[in-house]
C-alpha cells in the first residue's frame, strides 16, 4: 500500500485542507495589505513627514515643526502614526480628559500591553491625580523623611570627597525615595522588591522593543519563542511573593476601626477599587507599574540637574542660599515651601528643556473625534503628542535657546500675568 494511503484522507478532504491553507494563506496576506491602508488612512489627512533612515525621528520632528510651526502634521511611527500638534495645541492636548485622549491606552500600546501585561486601567493615573495631589503636604513629608533616611542609609556621613558609582546610586536612591509612595515599610526597604521592581521596569521596555521591532501578524508566534516573557512571568511571580503578605496583613488590619491607614498606592486601591481590593495580581502589576512609570523618569532628571549644576558650578551659591533661607534645618517641607524655591524650580525647568526625556511630550491615543480651536479634527485610532524638542529650541519662543540658563523661568516668572507659569513643580 502506498505511504500516502496511510494518511488516510480522500482525495476531497486533501483539496479541502489545500483550499484551507490557500483561504489562510490570502487572508494573512489581505489583512497585511489592508492593515497597512487602514493605519495609512488613519493618517486624517495631515502632510506626512517620513523619518530619515529607521531611526532618526530627530530629523522628522525638527524638519516637521520647521515646515509646519502652525498646523498638524504625521510622524509614521510604528504600528499606527503620530499627529504632532503645533505649540498653541499644547495645553489643549494636555486637558483633555481620559476618554477622550487617553494617556493609559497609549502607554499600553507602546508598551506592547498584550505581551509585557501592562495594566489596562487608570488606577496609577488616578492614584497620582486623587490621592497624591490631594494631599500633597503628607505626600512631602512622607517622601521627605525618606529621602533623608535614604540618603544617609546610601551615602552615609561623607567627610571627605568621596567617589560613587553615579547613575546606579542615583537609581537605588529614588527607588528608595519613591517607594514608600507606593508600598509601606518594611518593603519598601527591601533590596530585593526594590531590584526584581527595576528589573521587571527594564525588561519590560525590552520587550516592548524586541515586539514592536517585529510585524504585528508575527507577534503571537515572536512572543511563544522569546525567552524575555518567561523571564518576566518568573519576576512577576517572584513580586507576588513579596507583595502577598503585606497585602494580606493590610486587609486585616482594615477591620480595625483604629487602623491609621498607611498613605501609599496599595492603600488607594483597597480603598477605591471594590473590584481589586483583595486582587493580588493587580496590586502586584500596579506596583510595577508605578516603578516603570516614575523611577527611572525621575533619575534621569536627577541626573541631569547633577551634571548641569557641575557644569555651572556659578549656580551652586545662589541655590544653597535660597534653600537655607527658605528651608530651615529640620522643618517640614510642605507645598508652600517648594512654591517660593523659584531658583532651584527654575534650575531644574532649564535642565528639563535642554535634556528632555523624549522628542515629544503629551502623547496621547485618540479614543474619541476631537475638534481642536483651530478647527483641525483629531481621529481615533492614533496618537497625538506635542513636538517638545523642537520647540524647546525655537529661537522665536526662547532666547538664546540653545545656551543654558538656569533662572530664565524665574525671570519669566516675575513679569505680571507669569506668576503661575513656567514652573517645574506643581500639584495641578
Same mark, same amino acid.
Given at each position: ?5 496511510? =494518511? ?18 490570502? *487572508? ?92 489596562? $486601567? ?69 533590596? &530585593? ?23 504585528? =501578524? ?9 525567552? &524575555?516573557?518567561?523571564?518576566?512571568? $518568573? ?7 513579596? =507583595? ?33 481590593? &483583595? ?64 531658583? =532651584? &524650580? ?43 524638542? *523642537? ?38
Amino acid at each position: 500500500m502506498s505511504a500516502f494511503a496511510d =494518511l488516510s484522507l480522500p482525495l476531497t478532504e486533501l483539496w479541502s485542507s489545500r483550499l484551507i491553507f490557500v483561504y489562510a494563506s490570502t *487572508a494573512v496576506f489581505a489583512l497585511a495589505v489592508c492593515g497597512r491602508f487602514l493605519l495609512s488612512r488613519r493618517r486624517g489627512g495631515y502632510p506626512v513627514v517620513e523619518n530619515v533612515g529607521e531611526s532618526d525621528f530627530t530629523t522628522a520632528i525638527v524638519g516637521g515643526y520647521k515646515k509646519f510651526p502652525k498646523s498638524l502634521f504625521t510622524i509614521a511611527t510604528p504600528d499606527f502614526p503620530t499627529i504632532i500638534v503645533p505649540h498653541s495645541s499644547l495645553s489643549e492636548i494636555a486637558h483633555l480628559p481620559e476618554k477622550k485622549l487617553s494617556l493609559d491606552k497609549e502607554v499600553y500600546e507602546r508598551l506592547m500591553g498584550r505581551y509585557t501585561k501592562l495594566v489596562k $486601567s487608570e488606577i496609577f493615573t488616578g492614584f497620582v491625580k486623587f490621592s497624591v495631589q490631594k494631599d500633597i503636604n503628607k505626600t512631602l513629608a512622607l517622601l521627605q523623611e525618606e529621602a533623608e533616611w535614604a540618603v544617609a542609609s546610601e551615602l552615609g556621613n561623607c567627610i571627605d570627597w568621596t567617589p560613587i558609582p553615579f547613575f546606579p546610586t542615583i537609581i537605588s536612591l529614588v527607588s528608595l525615595h519613591l517607594g514608600r509612595s507606593f508600598v509601606s515599610l518594611p518593603l519598601s526597604r527591601d533590596k &530585593d522588591w526594590i531590584n526584581l521592581a527595576l528589573d521587571y521596569a527594564i525588561q519590560t521596555v525590552t520587550v516592548a522593543s524586541k515586539m514592536s521591532s517585529c510585524h504585528w =501578524l508575527l507577534r503571537p508566534i515572536k512572543a511563544y519563542m522569546l525567552p &524575555d516573557i518567561p523571564y518576566m512571568k $518568573s519576576q512577576f511571580t517572584k513580586a507576588k511573593k513579596l =507583595l502577598e503578605p503585606i497585602l494580606r496583613k493590610r486587609l486585616e488590619d482594615a477591620l480595625d476601626p483604629n487602623f491609621e491607614k498607611p498613605n501609599d498606592l496599595m492603600q488607594w486601591i483597597i480603598d477605591s477599587s471594590a473590584e481589586y481590593r &483583595d486582587d493580588l495580581d493587580m496590586h502586584t502589576r500596579v506596583q510595577m507599574e508605578a516603578v516603570q512609570a516614575a523611577t527611572f523618569n525621575v533619575a534621569f532628571q536627577v541626573v541631569h540637574f547633577f551634571y548641569d549644576l557641575m557644569s555651572h558650578p556659578e549656580y551652586v551659591a545662589p541655590l544653597r542660599e535660597e534653600m537655607e533661607r527658605t528651608i530651615a534645618q529640620g522643618e517640614t517641607i510642605m507645598q508652600q515651601s517648594i512654591s517660593r524655591l523659584t531658583k =532651584l &524650580d527654575s534650575f531644574l525647568k532649564e535642565s528639563q528643556r535642554l535634556n528632555a526625556m523624549s522628542l515629544v511630550t503629551v502623547r496621547r491615543f485618540i479614543l474619541a473625534p476631537v475638534e481642536l480651536a483651530d478647527g483641525s479634527i483629531l481621529n481615533p485610532g492614533v496618537s497625538v503628542a506635542a513636538p517638545t524638542y *523642537a520647540v524647546d529650541r525655537d529661537s522665536s519662543i526662547w532666547d538664546r535657546p540653545t545656551e543654558f540658563d538656569g533662572f530664565r523661568f524665574e525671570r519669566l516668572r516675575a513679569r505680571a500675568g507669569n506668576e503661575s507659569k513656567f514652573q517645574f513643580s506643581s500639584s495641578r
